[in-house]
Nanobody, 122 residues
Framework: QLTESGGGLVRTGDSLKLSCLGN????????MGWFRQAPGKEREFVAA????????KYAESVQGRFTVSRDNALNTLYHQMNTLIIGGTAVYYC?????????????????WGQGTQVTVYS
């Protein structure tokens, strides 16, 4: 079970940090990712991090502004989002994959949470 938190209403240029709490017994065994879905659009990959080594991958649109991290001891995934833009408005989902490598396709992720809403205004 995955539970996201930290969403909210922010102005363009502001920062926001999302968290995702996973199962304490299994969290460390999953590659974890963040996806987002804006109104009327398909769910898209944002960022992901490997199980233990800390390897990361980002969508080109957020490279340099967003940082994904994890704390396996706390079974928590984080998503630091800086310099938010209007296009960042979406529901953000935490998703878990059993693959070793990091994939950007949603089909590789088997579990996801309910999402947390992020709204960016100018």
């Amino acid at each position: 079970q995955l539970t996201e938190s930290g969403g909210g209403l922010v102005r363009t240029g502001d920062s926001l940090k999302l968290s995702c709490l996973g199962n304490k017994d299994t969290f460390q065994y999953f590659t974890m990712g963040w996806f987002r879905q804006a109104p009327g659009k398909e769910r898209e990959f944002v960022a992901a991090i490997s199980k233990r080594e800390g390897r990361t991958k980002y969508a080109e649109s957020v490279q340099g502004r967003f940082t994904v991290s994890r704390d396996n001891a706390l079974n928590t995934l984080y998503h630091q989002m800086n310099t938010l833009i209007i296009g960042g408005t979406a529901v953000y989902y935490c998703e878990a994959s059993q693959t070793i490598d990091i994939y950007m396709g949603p089909a590789q992720y088997s579990y996801w949470g309910q999402g947390t809403q992020v709204t960016v205004y100018s």
